[in-house]
T-cell receptor
């Protein structure tokens, strides 16, 4: 069955430290891959996406993600986090059997220590 | 206004009430979605409309009734809900393209629903 796993429910990092959020997927073909962010009390916002081509993709707010086919992973990274990055981050995969459905991870909540 | 706007932001209702959630998008998109977000669970897709036609209905109980009068507006009518329906209801829109799902969703801020 197709699935998306975000193994970390919570991650705490110090402001200014680097960040990596993990995402693994189970999928039969080359997927479309996404990271969304949800700040407290807000809806979700698209951070970045991978459709094809260069496996290192740049997104908004200084985030990047790397698609590794051999590991079925699409980890999100940022070299130096800011307090405003405290939010919940969701990884998602585009499903081939639906034009509209995404498979969502359960999310990782990022906590920033001052 | 730009983006996706949802009203009300907060709603408290009893189990016998009838209420509606409203969503409006100003992005020129042709597809609109209702999602349910509950704590510690992945986002649940409820309904999708494309060009005002319902294209996805994920086994949602009939006490939730969507309506899409035009490509800019989407409603979720609520009737005789249960306490377990308390959640954040998110509206989203996306640009349509032929072929595969691009997955580029633009979300509203959500309507926080509490059912007493």
């Amino acid at each position: 069955a197709q699935s998306v796993t975000q193994p970390d429910i919570h991650i705490t990092v110090s402001e200014g430290a680097s960040l990596e959020l993990r995402c693994n997927y189970s999928y039969g073909a080359t997927p479309y891959l996404f990271w969304y962010v949800q700040s407290p009390g807000q809806g979700l916002q698209l951070l970045l996406k991978y459709f094809s081509g260069d496996t290192l993709v740049q997104g908004i707010k200084g985030f990047e993600a790397e698609f590794k086919r051999s590991q079925s992973s699409f980890n999100l990274r940022k070299p130096s986090v800011h307090w405003s990055d405290a939010a919940e981050y969701f990884c998602a995969v585009g499903r081939p059997d639906s034009n509209y459905q995404l498979i969502w991870g359960a999310g990782t909540k990022l906590i920033i220590k001052p | 206004e730009t983006g996706v706007t949802q009203t009300p932001r907060h709603l408290v209702m009893g189990m016998t009430n009838k209420k509606s959630l409203k969503c409006e998008q100003h992005l020129g998109h042709n597809a609109m979605y209702w999602y349910k977000q509950s704590a510690k669970k992945p986002l649940e897709l409820m309904f999708v409309y494309s060009l005002e036609e319902r294209v996805e209905n994920n086994s949602v109980p009939s006490r939730f009734s969507p309506e899409c009068p035009n490509s800019s507006h989407l409603f979720l009518h609520l009737h005789t809900l249960q306490p377990e329906d308390s959640a954040l209801y998110l509206c989203a829109s996306s640009p349509t393209s032929s072929g595969r799902n691009t997955g580029e969703l633009f979300f509203g801020e959500g309507s926080r629903l509490t059912v007493l």
